[in-house]
């Protein structure tokens, strides 16, 4: 009977053997690695070998999205150290997988079978390549031969662990910084960031301790770090969503996690903590709020305590001191002992009163102050905070609100607003018969010519058009969407009247995405005042841009030359509008079609973007908007043309073009010395790698730009039009580039660029005859 059992449990074994290799289970002991051929998918997982960490799908609190990342196994409380597609969650996990690639990469694939994300090793061919999950939390790629291709230690989120560092490698030029959450329920990066630079002193590093803390600057890298003494020790350093960086260990008695330190010690000591337009208040127990006339920009981030996207106004301002209809406009509200905002812009002028002036004629002035001197605030205030009696650096600010939001101030200022109302109500009523007769005829003139669809978004007969632009008579301009007119409202307001062309949607839909575009609002984009849908007409009805079109100041009218500081406030004004569009609206806005002629200028030159939306407007369809960005194909991204999903990217690479352009006063494509055409950003960006700044600026400025700015913006454009959109910043990092507030390093040169300029022997020449010096120490830049 052994006998005749022996060929059926050998054929038993080797079905199971193709059983279990059909199933992808991993064999005995690989529990820890992923092999070529293997994955994870749905609620697999992969456990390092001591158990001490284990990798998979997990959702963050009561969010409905998943991501892969690596937690600690043995703590009950559910402690994620890093994550690996944090900006792009999947929404099923029974058909999404990690794996390893053919090509030695470690890849996330949705249920579509597409890469959402993808670990920026060296390709490899090796079939014995694996990825193992370490009891350190480590996730490294390596092959048979132990050679670490690619570690997440390299790559921290918001965390780094004991043996993990932050900084710089000055060799190969990369840089690591840790960047929190955005909120406990979302892992895409937020706005608190630690470099590693400053590493202050930390209670607990003597010898008695059981973390050894370390600054490290060598020739090869400059970094901080952290070890344990105890393996048993427990801790880890996060950047939290508020924006502080503290170091932390488990507590095993109280089953939680216990702050060694926090840096900064006064959490109003993070930077924008409250956002744009947020206060700060160290002593009350709702640390953020938001001052008169304004509210919390978003109440979802509000219930997580995390102000992210600061506070916006309740009521628009009307940019003077009285409306066209004579009612009182702006007004200021006297805010005492404040922490004054950073990058004030000084202004000479004789009092206080002349200060409040300056500031009042502009309609992007959000406040100012006269202490020794007139300050004035433009665009977005960050780092409000308030202080108290005893606390140094206080001052009085002087905050602009539209009238309407403007508090009682005191009784008596009440009484004697009773007392004038009370007067007026009695000529009113002398009077009333006559207003009755006047309000009767305007009345039918006034609800024929707009009709309010919501809050200030109007909407127009195609007849009212006509007669606001006299038939369509004076042109300021045209584009792949339709031709621009401008017209002169009933009250005289100027407007500019854009007739669109091609759309396919039907009015309903078309009445959705111009409420929706209405209620975006912004210093830095177009204010868009109303609209028409008659038939197959589309008519849209925007603020009128005395200052005109960017374009026609860089290239079309040179009697007037921008100057360098003017420019580098349009390029940050262009930079805070497509940050906003991207990273602040309710869903991500992509322009599409940057480029300086959609960059239109006020009579105080600030910038606002124009003809964000159109995507949305024309409808999913990009064939459109396609063929106008090749009628500009100087700005167009690679992803364009090679198939690859549109992101907000395309933006960023557009956005870097117009800086050369800006830098310059010329366009993408110029001429040489023998008149041949060539293609500027090949010839600058190899210029702003050996350093030769000044070479690219506009002549007109003679010399005169602020190195450190020239830098900046520079560098952030070649950093901006990198090959692939993984290697470019995003608009949100761009603005903390130019503000001052993040560093960056010397980018490299994009490889596109490269070959265009392999082909032009004139500019190689020039190149190969050139000796130039990088004017800042490059050991002291970072890239975020």
């Given at each position: 009977?052994?006998?005749?059992?022996?060929?059926?449990?050998?054929?038993?074994?080797i079905?199971?053997?193709?059983?279990?290799?059909?199933?992808?289970?991993?064999?005995?002991?690989?529990?820890?690695?992923?092999?070529?051929?293997?994955?994870?998918?749905?609620?697999?997982?992969?456990?390092?070998?001591?158990?001490?960490f284990?990798?998979?799908?997990?959702?963050?609190?009561?969010?409905?999205?998943?991501?892969?990342?690596?937690?600690?196994?043995?703590?009950?409380?559910?402690?994620?150290?890093?994550?690996?597609?944090?900006?792009?969650?999947?929404?099923?996990?029974?058909?999404?997988?990690?794996?390893?690639?053919?090509?030695g990469?470690?890849?996330l694939?949705?249920?579509?079978?597409?890469?959402?994300?993808?670990?920026?090793?060296?390709?490899?061919?090796?079939?014995?390549?694996?990825?193992?999950?370490?009891?350190?939390?480590?996730?490294?790629?390596?092959?048979?031969?132990?050679?670490t291709?690619?570690?997440?230690?390299?790559?921290?989120?918001?965390?780094?662990?004991?043996?993990?560092?932050?900084?710089?490698?000055?060799?190969?030029?990369?840089?690591?910084?840790?960047?929190?959450?955005?909120?406990?329920?979302?892992?895409?990066?937020?706005p608190?960031?630690?470099?590693?630079?400053?590493?202050?002193?930390?209670?607990?590093?003597?010898?008695?301790?059981?973390?050894?803390?370390?600054?490290?600057?060598?020739?090869?890298r400059?970094?901080?770090?952290?070890?344990?003494?105890?393996?048993?020790?427990?801790?880890?350093?996060?950047?939290?969503?508020?924006?502080?960086?503290?170091?932390?260990?488990?507590?095993?008695?109280?089953?939680?996690?216990?702050?060694?330190?926090?840096?900064?010690?006064?959490?109003?000591?993070?930077y924008?903590?409250?956002?744009?337009?947020?206060?700060?208040?160290?002593?009350?127990?709702?640390?953020?709020?938001?001052?008169?006339?304004?509210?919390?920009?978003?109440?979802?981030?509000?219930?997580?305590?995390?102000?992210?996207?600061?506070?916006?106004?309740?009521?628009?301002?009307?940019?003077?001191?009285?409306?066209?209809?004579?009612?009182?406009?702006?007004?200021?509200?006297?805010?005492?002992?404040?922490?004054?905002?950073?990058?004030?812009?000084?202004?000479?002028?004789?009092?206080?009163?002349?200060?409040?002036?300056?500031?009042?004629?502009?309609?992007?002035?959000?406040?100012?102050?006269?202490?020794?001197?007139?300050?004035?605030?433009?665009?977005?205030?960050?780092?409000?905070?308030?202080?108290?009696?005893?606390?140094?650096?206080a001052?009085?600010?002087?905050?602009?609100?539209?009238?309407?939001?403007?508090?009682?101030?005191?009784?008596?200022?009440?009484?004697?607003?009773?007392?004038?109302l009370?007067?007026?109500?009695?000529?009113?009523?002398?009077?009333?018969?006559?207003?009755?007769?006047?309000?009767?005829?305007?009345?039918?003139?006034?609800?024929?010519?707009?009709?309010?669809?919501?809050?200030?978004?109007?909407?127009?007969?195609?007849?009212?058009?006509?007669?606001?632009?006299?038939?369509?008579?004076?042109?300021?301009?045209?584009?792949?969407?339709?031709?621009?007119?401008?017209?002169?409202?009933?009250?005289?307001?100027?407007?500019?009247?854009?007739?669109?062309?091609?759309?396919?949607?039907?009015?309903?839909?078309?009445?959705?995405?111009?409420?929706?575009?209405?209620?975006?609002?912004?210093?830095?984009?177009?204010?868009?005042?109303?609209?028409?849908?008659?038939?197959?007409?589309?008519?849209?009805?925007?603020?009128?841009?005395p200052?005109?079109?960017?374009?026609?100041?860089?290239?079309?009218?040179?009697?007037?030359?921008?100057?360098?500081?003017?420019?580098?406030?349009?390029?940050?004004?262009?930079?805070?509008?497509?940050?906003?569009?991207?990273?602040?609206?309710?869903?991500?806005?992509?322009?599409?079609?940057?480029?300086?002629?959609?960059?239109?200028?006020?009579?105080?030159?600030?910038?606002?973007?124009?003809?964000?939306?159109?995507?949305?407007?024309?409808?999913?369809?990009?064939?459109?908007?396609?063929?106008?960005?090749?009628?500009?194909?100087?700005?167009?991204a690679?992803?364009?043309?090679?198939?690859?999903?549109?992101?907000?990217?395309?933006?960023?690479?557009?956005?870097?073009?117009?800086?050369?352009?800006?830098?310059?006063?010329k366009?993408?494509?110029?001429?040489?010395?023998?008149?041949?055409?060539?293609?500027?950003?090949?010839?600058?960006?190899?210029?702003?790698?050996?350093?030769?700044?000044?070479?690219?600026?506009?002549?007109?400025?003679?010399?005169?730009?602020?190195?450190e700015?020239?830098?900046?913006?520079?560098?952030?454009?070649?950093?901006?039009?990198?090959?692939?959109?993984?290697?470019r910043?995003?608009?949100?990092?761009?603005?903390?580039?130019?503000?001052?507030?993040?560093?960056?390093?010397?980018?490299?040169?994009?490889?596109?660029?490269?070959?265009?300029?392999?082909d032009?022997?004139?500019?190689?020449?020039?190149?190969?005859?050139?000796?130039?010096?990088?004017?800042?120490?490059?050991?002291?830049?970072?890239?975020?």
């Amino acid at each position: 009977m052994d006998t005749e059992m022996r060929p059926c449990s050998s054929l038993s074994i080797i079905l199971l053997f193709f059983l279990l290799s059909s199933l992808n289970v991993q064999p005995c002991g690989a529990t820890d690695s992923i092999y070529l051929g293997q994955s994870v998918s749905g609620n697999q997982t992969i456990v390092s070998k001591e158990g001490k960490f284990e990798l998979g799908f997990f959702t963050p609190g009561n969010s409905r999205n998943y991501y892969i990342g690596i937690w600690y196994k043995t703590i009950p409380v559910q402690t994620v150290i890093w994550v690996a597609n944090r900006a792009t969650p999947i929404s099923n996990t029974s058909s999404a997988e990690l794996k390893i690639s053919e090509d030695g990469k470690l890849v996330l694939l949705n249920s579509s079978k597409i890469p959402v994300w993808a670990s920026n090793s060296t390709p490899s061919t090796s079939n014995s390549m694996v990825a193992v999950l370490l009891d350190t939390g480590n996730l490294v790629i390596g092959n048979r031969s132990n050679a670490t291709i690619w570690q997440s230690f390299d790559h921290p989120t918001d965390t780094v662990m004991p043996g993990g560092w932050v900084g710089v490698n000055k060799i190969t030029g990369e840089y690591q910084s840790i960047t929190s959450w955005e909120n406990p329920e979302n892992p895409a990066p937020g706005p608190g960031l630690w470099n590693g630079r400053y590493f202050p002193a930390i209670p607990g590093t003597r010898e008695s301790s059981p973390i050894n803390f370390t600054f490290v600057d060598n020739k090869q890298r400059k970094y901080a770090t952290f070890t344990n003494l105890y393996s048993s020790f427990i801790t880890r350093t996060v950047v939290d969503s508020s924006g502080l960086l503290k170091h932390l260990y488990w507590l095993n008695s109280t089953q939680e996690w216990q702050t060694i330190f926090t840096q900064p010690l006064a959490q109003c000591d993070v930077y924008s903590l409250c956002g744009a337009f947020g206060i700060c208040d160290q002593k009350s127990s709702n640390i953020c709020r938001c001052s008169y006339g304004f509210e919390p920009a978003s109440m979802e981030e509000r219930e997580f305590n995390v102000w992210n996207s600061g506070c916006v106004r309740k009521t628009s301002l009307r940019c003077s001191n009285k409306s066209s209809t004579g009612e009182e406009g702006d007004r200021f509200l006297e805010m005492t002992n404040m922490r004054l905002p950073a990058n004030p812009q000084n202004l000479t002028v004789g009092s206080a009163r002349d200060c409040e002036q300056a500031c009042l004629n502009s309609c992007s002035c959000n406040a100012y102050a006269y202490v020794s001197g007139c300050s004035i605030w433009n665009g977005d205030l960050r780092n409000l905070q308030q202080l108290y009696d005893g606390d140094g650096g206080a001052g009085t600010l002087h905050f602009r609100l539209a009238a309407s939001d403007f508090p009682a101030s005191s009784s008596s200022h009440k009484f004697v607003i009773d007392l004038t109302l009370g007067v007026i109500g009695g000529i009113i009523g002398i009077l009333c018969v006559l207003v009755g007769l006047m309000w009767a005829f305007q009345r039918r003139k006034r609800i024929r010519m707009a009709k309010q669809v919501e809050g200030s978004l109007i909407q127009f007969t195609y007849g009212d058009l006509q007669r606001v632009t006299k038939n369509f008579s004076e042109k300021l301009g045209g584009g792949g969407f339709g031709s621009v007119f401008k017209g002169t409202l009933i009250d005289l307001t100027e407007v500019a009247v854009k007739k669109l062309e091609g759309l396919r949607q039907g009015e309903k839909q078309f009445r959705t995405e111009v409420s929706t575009l209405a209620a975006i609002q912004h210093v830095n984009l177009v204010h868009l005042r109303g609209f028409c849908t008659e038939g197959s007409k589309r008519l849209l009805v925007y603020e009128y841009m005395p200052g005109g079109s960017l374009d026609s100041h860089l290239f079309q009218n040179k009697s007037t030359v921008l100057d360098w500081k003017t420019r580098y406030q349009i390029i940050l004004g262009i930079a805070r509008g497509l940050a906003y569009l991207h990273e602040k609206c309710r869903e991500c806005i992509i322009h599409c079609d940057i480029k300086p002629d959609n960059i239109l200028l006020d009579k105080d030159f600030c910038a606002k973007v124009a003809d964000f939306g159109m995507a949305k407007l024309i409808g999913r369809d990009f064939s459109r908007v396609l063929t106008t960005i090749r009628g500009t194909i100087g700005y167009l991204a690679p992803e364009w043309i090679s198939g690859l999903p549109i992101t907000s990217k395309v933006d960023v690479y557009s956005f870097g073009m117009m800086l050369f352009e800006l830098v310059s006063g010329k366009r993408n494509t110029a001429q040489s010395a023998d008149g041949s055409k060539f293609f500027y950003p090949s010839w600058a960006a190899i210029k702003v790698v050996e350093g030769d700044l000044f070479s690219l600026l506009d002549h007109g400025f003679k010399g005169a730009a602020d190195l450190e700015d020239l830098t900046r913006v520079c560098r952030v454009a070649c950093w901006c039009i990198q090959d692939s959109e993984a290697d470019r910043p995003t608009m949100g990092q761009v603005v903390q580039i130019l503000e001052g507030v993040l560093e960056v390093s010397m980018p490299p040169l994009p490889r596109v660029l490269q070959l265009l300029t392999e082909d032009r022997s004139q500019i190689r020449d020039d190149l190969s005859s050139t000796e130039c010096k990088d004017p800042l120490d490059q050991s002291q830049d970072f890239y975020p």
